[in-house]
């Protein structure tokens, strides 16, 4: 798996090398949805190459982003999230608007791919020319999302997508990344599967700003309304977002179509509220920020470990703490000594 993916990110740097980079930039303006999946793959790329032209890709598309609205949304397996999602997003492209799926799958922890299966969940949206669906392997990287999901965000914005839903991995307690670079977080629970509150940590729900009961037709429906009372009374014990929007509750399904209508007006309320607010912007600035700072950290572990010295004294520390001559803490105290 490995081996293939080194071929196509060599195959993709070729091409952009025979290409011309102000031309491969206007097709992703114009949103080239091949441009736009070069565009992805190159700032996904951890080679060091890769790595300087991906920053000068995101320097151009920084000014052309920001006018999206962006939407996080996590829940359980099982909780229908593609589902849902196709039906939001056939939704909005009905409205004329451009919709872009992020969707995170969970990654082997062997071989470190992912079955990246969300298009062939997603039959619909995927064949609308308004959509753009982009599978990701989480990569082993925590809270729900990929290494570089902000970077595909930026990249959808710059080429004109005015709604971006991410799909996180969905295991449901560890999904705070994502919750930190959209500006509406989206939890689905599934009645009937035994326990619900019990099944969702209290973190999680904190950091939701809208909860669906999902699949909430046929004989369902009585127990969907049950599991959304007894969220809505918990939700009583929660501290106040931020945004001074209050959590709400409903119980939705995508197979119906008034109820996702219900849904994406509960959404848009939600965003009329915030941008009126204030809380929008400020928050959309508090994340570059905290983006800025995550990258410091990622930047300073790279170069320490890709310095030379740093290898050659890690090593020899390494086997020293291998053969119980050296303790961790003594280890860390060497490597760090002044």
């Known amino acids: ?39 992805i ?12 032209e991906a920053a000068r890709l ?8 920001g006018k999206s609205i ?31 799926v992020l969707a995170i799958d969970p990654s082997s922890g ?4 992912s079955i990246l299966g969300d298009k062939t969940r ?10 753009f669906i982009r599978p990701s392997p989480s990569s082993g990287v925590l809270g729900g999302v990929a290494a570089k999901t902000r970077e595909s965000i930026i990249l959808c914005e710059a080429a004109g997508f005015d709604v971006i839903l991410v799909e996180t991995v969905g295991v449901g307690q560890s999904e705070t990344e994502a919750h930190g670079m959209t500006d509406l977080f989206v939890l689905i629970l599934l009645a009937g599967a035994g326990d619900e509150l019990q099944g969702i940590k209290r973190g999680i729900m904190e950091m939701a700003d809208i909860i669906l009961v999902n699949k909430a037709d046929g004989e369902n429906v009585d127990k969907a309304k049950a599991a959304r009372q007894e969220i809505a009374r918990a939700l009583h014990f929660m501290p106040l977002h931020d945004s001074g929007f209050t ?10 179509e008034a109820s996702v209508e219900k849904i994406a007006q509960v959404i848009e309320t939600f965003f009329e509220s915030i941008k009126q607010s204030g809380f929008f912007d400020a928050n959309r600035k508090a994340q570059m920020l905290n983006w ?8 300073v572990l790279a170069r320490f470990y890709d310095d030379q010295a740093n290898k050659l004294q890690l090593k020899a520390l390494e086997m020293a703490i291998e053969n119980g001559q050296l303790s961790v803490r003594e280890g860390l105290l060497q490597l760090f000594k002044p």
């Open 1 to 39: 798996m490995a081996k293939k993916k080194d071929v196509r990110i060599e195959k993709i740097r070729q091409a952009r090398k025979e290409s011309n980079p102000a031309l491969f930039f206007e097709k992703l303006l114009a949103g080239d949805h091949a441009a736009l999946s070069r565009g």
């Open 41 to 52: 793959t190159l700032v996904e790329s951890n080679a060091p190459a890769d790595r300087v």
């Open 58 to 65: 995101l320097n151009q598309a920084i000014p052309h982003s």
């Open 70 to 100: 962006r939407i996080g949304i996590t829940g359980l397996p099982g909780a229908g999230k593609s589902t849902l999602i196709e039906a939001l997003g056939n939704r909005f492209v009905n409205q004329g608007k451009k919709v872009a």
């Open 110 to 113: 062997i071989g470190k791919g």
């Open 122 to 131: 997603m039959p619909t949206l995927s064949a609308s020319k308004q959509a």
């Open 247 to 256: 959590t709400q509750a409903h119980i939705c399904s995508a197979l119906d």
């Open 292 to 299: 800025f700072h995550e990258q410091v950290k990622q930047e």
